[in-house]
DNA sequence: ATGAAAGCGCTAACAA
DNA sequence: TTGTTAGCGCTTTCAT
């Protein structure tokens, strides 16, 4: 294959040299590029390095400090919708500047998030990026706290995604979207279509991306002049799974509402299914809004009315905004605006039936 | 925040040796704790490592030897369902071992996935994986021919996931999905419901994955005593939109079938849509298959009728044939079955319309 | 312009 | 049991 006498291992600098009858500091400046070589040595060893195949081992390239740049992004599962959208924007906005991009999946698990995020430090990853809302306890708050401090300490960056800061003087920081307008937005849209009896699917309590949102819809139903009673929010968690099931239960339990809005798209498509197995129609017979509007979410049936979140805008806003300014952003809280996206899941409430 | 005086720049194993009073290889054979170190001075380093927040150089340790192995997945885009799994599943394998996995995006784009594989390359990793069809010409022959070469040659290996082996003696292995087999059954279960006239949407001319499920529908055609002239493709390549714009047109040029087999699953929510746009019903005018199983292929409307590719078992497969009995494996080909999802999608064809 | 040599952080001989 | 030393592959002074 047109290299002769392939040794076992990998090809080093010395080897180059060798062929090309210089030293490996020669060598080394040749094939950087950035020292003064005259052109008949460079192109010496450039040709040497083609001919043997030579890629510099990394790993000894960032010992000596001119390593990788890398940035890593932490997700629950890469199979979500939203954390894959979220995770091509951090690839891409990564791969844009040059640098590398790993993904970890932690299933939710804290216990792998440490994991992972001591296995970035170990490879000296200069940016994390944790993504996605959790449970914001005390052991949260340490466990974050504590990347924050060692990530910043050897000079690394981390950015929390739809997650909150542990606290006022932790060195991270936060870019997320505005679930609580978003919701807020979502539900008046419901409001206005005659709709009174709006059932919030997909309730996680303490989980901050979920209060958000109902913090939203509990305020728009307020901000109709609707009393507190009117909130009728069913905490079944995330996931089409949990959605289906709790959709099915409900339908079972009660007839009082007219709409539901779902967690997030998977929900609702969970739900669209329960409520079309149980002989109803939507939008005729039920409303339903969703949230995120992933890819799909126009392929359900009917159409998803939902809140679209700019998932792969927000991998790159993280990155992009660490790496912007990084001294003045530290701490700093980003907001990211949604809208949005009506299709065809949301009708009037069936007549008789506004309550 | 419990350690006195941290100095900006990584903790090495100097400062944790002299914390504790000991040398750095005391302190490293207490920390990896495979060599005899009497209870009491391994407990204070390890001590001293905690007080620290000390973490390894992943560097150092790789360039002595005893480097953490590393395997990457390369995928066209992450955000599709299919690449997503596949990627979730690598992901999984590989955790389970203790590996780290990074995942790189190709876009689609030769030149990318070259620079993809000359950084995996440079960072040691122990696995590659290149998932997706290609169209196999003589530049990919020469390309994957390369990696594999290069890759073996430091001792690392090759995998090929649903894309061909670029000549025989080549130090790659491939697993992919029998495509052709789950083509004819799919097909075969559209001429079962009574269908005679079938178009393949989303040929892709020389695209390997492709080009066998056009072979597999072709071979079930005849299967059925049909002429060669009863096969219609449709080369609109894969993607929603590709689904989308090839079947509109369709539509508006011939009504001359009852059925369509889609490329994958994303070019059926676009033909559905289509369908759907054009005042037809699914599946009473016409059917529809897709291929994949994608997670939200349940949601569509109607719920889809396709092949199940368990694309994160392809994955894990992908991982652990390459890492079991390493040296026979190579050159092999694996081959995953398949099978058909009966969902809604298809039905009899119109009375009368059968041709 | 180029080579010799030091050193990045770590582990593994080799001594003691 | 523990410390000293060498060296992994590379870049970068410092001489020449």
Redesign the pocket.
């Known amino acids: 294959m047109g290299n002769d006498m392939v040794s076992k291992?990998?090809?080093?600098?010395?080897?180059?040299?060798e062929r090309a009858?210089?030293?490996?500091?020669?060598?080394?400046?040749?094939?950087?590029g950035?020292?003064?070589?005259?052109p008949?040595?460079?192109a010496r060893v450039l040709r040497a390095a083609r001919d043997l195949d030579?890629?510099?081992?990394a790993?000894?390239?960032a010992?000596?400090?001119?390593g990788r740049k890398m940035a890593a992004v932490v997700v629950r599962q890469v199979t979500s919708p939203f954390y894959a959208q979220v995770a091509e924007g951090v690839e891409a906005e990564a791969a844009d500047r040059g640098w590398l991009c790993v993904v970890g999946a932690t299933g939710g698990d804290a216990q792998r998030e440490m994991e992972f995020v001591r296995l970035m430090r170990e490879e000296g990853a200069r940016l994390v990026i944790l993504v996605g809302g959790v449970v914001e306890d005390e052991a949260y708050r340490e466990r974050v706290a504590h990347y924050a401090h060692a990530l910043d300490s050897s000079g690394a960056r981390l950015v929390l995604c739809g997650r909150p800061a542990p606290g006022p003087e932790i060195p991270a920081l936060v870019v997320e979207f505005d679930n609580e307008a978003g919701a807020r937005a979502v539900t008046a849209h419901l409001l206005s279509a005659g709709h009174r009896r709006i059932v919030f699917l997909g309730g996680l309590p303490g989980n901050t991306a979920l209060d958000a949102r109902v913090a939203g819809y509990r305020a728009a139903l307020a901000d109709h002049g609707l009393p507190p009673e009117a909130a009728h929010v069913v905490d079944c968690g995330l996931g089409r799974a949990a959605g289906h099931r709790a959709m099915t239960e409900l339908l079972k339990k009660t007839d009082e509402f007219t709409a539901v809005f779902a967690g997030d798209d998977m929900v609702a498509a969970g739900a669209l299914r329960a409520i079309a197995d149980a002989g109803r129609r939507v939008p005729d017979d039920i409303s339903v809004v969703g949230y995120n509007d992933i890819p799909l979410a126009e392929d359900f049936n009917p159409p998803l009315t939902t809140v679209r979140t700019p998932a792969e805008e927000l991998g790159r806003a993280a990155v992009r905004i660490a790496l912007r300014d990084p001294e003045h952003a530290a701490g700093a809280h980003h907001l990211l605006g949604t809208h949005i996206v009506v299709r065809e899941s949301v009708g009037a409430p069936p007549p008789g039936r506004v309550l």
Do not use: D, F, K
Request: net charge positive; hydrophobic share 40%; no cysteine.
């Open positions: 291992g990998r090809v080093t600098i010395r080897e180059v040299a009858g210089v030293s490996t500091a020669t060598a080394s400046r040749a094939l950087s950035n020292h003064p070589v005259p008949a040595t460079r030579y890629v510099a081992n790993h000894a390239r010992l000596v400090g001119g």
